[in-house]
Every structure is written in structure tokens, then in C-alpha cells.
């Protein structure tokens, strides 16, 4: 990867090339270097306050919230504060987090009445302490982790900082990559083209022996079966999935 200096901005094609080399390098490309640069780039490279799809999954992901609580509650991998904005409402204290900074610094502005929100910036795998959430929200954030053991430090991490009775909201993609609305049936060969090429980097990146990403069935899978957690509620869409779980 390449060292990003302060105040160094990279374009797109620079931030692909990033991953191209490091899956080259059969090194993980999505490390914080990677978000910080990308957000560089241009502000809201996943396009989310335009996509209509973006608002739907905020919306599935709100609506499996049980009602009537105002949560002490921790937002990881917030990017530019969109969905903060959203959760806010429902919260009593929320600490939003993200690795890039200059996400943290757009989501402060974005966020700005909300005087309940604070942002941390760090990888969800080094934060420590006692259990002191009763809510934790992760979304699009586990198929950046480098494998099946980040994944699983950060289940244990999270685990830890949930309280007795707390709810881990885990909002995944089903597919791999961006995605964009179009007709029902246009969408449906769109999913399996995307199915297709995904397969075919797959077997290519385990070719070399670079790392995969996983999707949200495997993703979710590893919270559904852990013992400290149960499974209250989920929303299957055909784009997303949404998994509503409980600290025992
Ligand atoms: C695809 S964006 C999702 C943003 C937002 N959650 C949403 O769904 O609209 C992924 C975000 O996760 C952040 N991220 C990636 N790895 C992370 C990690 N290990 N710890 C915390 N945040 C991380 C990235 O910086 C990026 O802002």
C-alpha cells in the first residue's frame, strides 16, 4: 500500500490501483489506508444519499429495532455519518466510529445538532472495555476485515462491550460490490452477472492465494451461532440482509 500523507488527495483510479497491488501482493487490501483514501478521493464514494437502495436498507435496518427504548448505543464503521443521522433519534448516547478520519470529520458536520453523538476514530478489532452498550449497529463493515479470525475478533469484541440483554443490528450485502435500482427483472440478471463474476474472481483470488471476501449468509452466520447470542428478528431482501441478535 501506499503511504497517504496529510492533506494528499488520490483519485479513484488511484485507490483501485491500491487493491489491485495489494491483491497482487496477496497483502488485505481494505485496510484503514485503503477507507482514508478512498474518502479522500471524493466525499461519499458509496454514492449513499443518492441511491434509493441505500435508504431502503436504513430503513429495513430501523425498522427491526424493537420499539420504545432510547439506546446507549454504538454505530461501527459509520462512514459519513448518513445512517448517525438516522439512529440518532433513537438513541440517549450514541459513540458513531469509523478507521478514516476524514469519514469522522464529514459525519461530525453532518451531525452537528445531534450533541449526543460522539465519534471515535478506530478499527473495531482494538477497542477494549467493559460492557457499556445496549445497542451496537455494524453495517457493511465485516467483509472488509481480513478472514474468518478478524471476523471473529470482532465478534468477541463486540460481545464484550454489549451489555446483558443489549441488540447487535448486523446489515450485510448479499451480493459483492456496489449495487444500483433498476426494473425487477433487469435487477435479477444484474445479481447474476454480478454472481457470476463473483465466483470467477473467487476462484482467481484463491488461485494466487489472496484473501476473499465473504458475503452477509456467511457473514451472519458466525453471530447466529455463537452461544452468548440469539437470534430475535431478520429481514432477507433479495439485495440485503438484516440480523437482529441478543446478548444472553
Ligand atoms: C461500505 S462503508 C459502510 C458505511 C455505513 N455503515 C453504511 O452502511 O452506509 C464501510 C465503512 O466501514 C469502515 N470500516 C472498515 N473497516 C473498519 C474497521 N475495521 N473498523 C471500523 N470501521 C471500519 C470504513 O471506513 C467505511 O466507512
Given at each position: 500500500?501506499?503511504?497517504?500523507?496529510?492533506?494528499?488527495?488520490?483519485?479513484?483510479?488511484?485507490?483501485?490501483?491500491?487493491?489491485?497491488?495489494?491483491?497482487?501482493?496477496?497483502?488485505?487490501?481494505?485496510?484503514?489506508?485503503?477507507?482514508?483514501?478512498?474518502?479522500?478521493?471524493?466525499?461519499?464514494?458509496?454514492?449513499?444519499?443518492?441511491?434509493?437502495?441505500?435508504?431502503?436498507?436504513?430503513?429495513?435496518?430501523?425498522?427491526?429495532?424493537?420499539?420504545?427504548?432510547?439506546?446507549?448505543?454504538?454505530?461501527?464503521?459509520?462512514?459519513?455519518?448518513?445512517?448517525?443521522?438516522?439512529?440518532?433519534?433513537?438513541?440517549?448516547?450514541?459513540?458513531?466510529?469509523?478507521?478514516?478520519?476524514?469519514?469522522?470529520?464529514?459525519?461530525?458536520?453532518?451531525?452537528?445538532?445531534?450533541?449526543?453523538?460522539?465519534?471515535?476514530?478506530?478499527?473495531?478489532?482494538?477497542?477494549?472495555?467493559?460492557?457499556?452498550?445496549?445497542?451496537?449497529?455494524?453495517?457493511?463493515?465485516?467483509?472488509?476485515?481480513?478472514?474468518?479470525?478478524?471476523?471473529?475478533?470482532?465478534?468477541?469484541?463486540?460481545?464484550?462491550?454489549?451489555?446483558?440483554?443489549?441488540?447487535?443490528?448486523?446489515?450485510?450485502?448479499?451480493?459483492?460490490?456496489?449495487?444500483?435500482?433498476?426494473?425487477?427483472?433487469?435487477?435479477?440478471?444484474?445479481?447474476?452477472?454480478?454472481?457470476?463474476?463473483?465466483?470467477?474472481?473467487?476462484?482467481?483470488?484463491?488461485?494466487?492465494?489472496?484473501?476473499?471476501?465473504?458475503?452477509?449468509p456467511e457473514?451472519h452466520a458466525s453471530?447466529r451461532n455463537?452461544?452468548?447470542?440469539?437470534?430475535?428478528?431478520?429481514?432477507?431482501?433479495?439485495?440485503?440482509?438484516?440480523?437482529?441478535?441478543?446478548?444472553?
Amino acid at each position: 500500500m501506499i503511504p497517504i500523507t496529510p492533506g494528499q488527495r488520490l483519485t479513484k483510479a488511484g485507490v483501485a490501483a491500491q487493491v489491485i497491488r495489494s491483491i497482487i501482493g496477496r497483502s488485505w487490501p481494505f485496510d484503514s489506508r485503503h477507507f482514508e483514501a478512498l474518502y479522500r478521493a471524493a466525499p461519499d464514494p458509496w454514492h449513499v444519499t443518492v441511491k434509493p437502495n441505500e435508504q431502503r436498507k436504513y430503513a429495513a435496518t430501523l425498522a427491526l429495532l424493537p420499539e420504545g427504548c432510547s439506546y446507549e448505543a454504538m454505530e461501527v464503521g459509520c462512514s459519513e455519518g448518513a445512517f448517525t443521522l438516522l439512529l440518532a433519534p433513537r438513541c440517549k448516547s450514541l459513540l458513531a466510529m469509523d478507521v478514516s478520519a476524514t469519514a469522522l470529520e464529514r459525519a461530525r458536520g453532518r451531525n452537528v445538532e445531534n450533541r449526543h453523538v460522539n465519534f471515535l476514530c478506530a478499527d473495531v478489532r482494538r477497542l477494549h472495555g467493559e460492557a457499556q452498550f445496549d445497542l451496537i449497529t455494524i453495517m457493511e463493515v465485516l467483509y472488509y476485515l481480513p478472514g474468518a479470525e478478524a471476523v471473529e475478533e470482532a465478534r468477541r469484541t463486540v460481545i464484550q462491550l454489549l451489555r446483558p440483554g443489549g441488540y447487535l443490528l448486523l446489515t450485510h450485502l448479499q451480493g459483492w460490490g456496489d449495487y444500483t435500482p433498476h426494473a425487477r427483472g433487469l435487477q435479477k440478471l444484474e445479481h447474476g452477472i454480478k454472481g457470476c463474476c463473483r465466483c470467477l474472481i473467487n476462484v482467481g483470488l484463491r488461485a494466487i492465494g489472496a484473501p476473499i471476501m465473504a458475503r452477509a449468509p456467511e457473514l451472519h452466520a458466525s453471530f447466529r451461532n455463537t452461544p452468548e447470542l440469539e437470534v430475535m428478528a431478520e429481514t432477507i431482501d433479495p439485495e440485503f440482509q438484516v440480523l437482529l441478535l441478543r446478548r444472553t
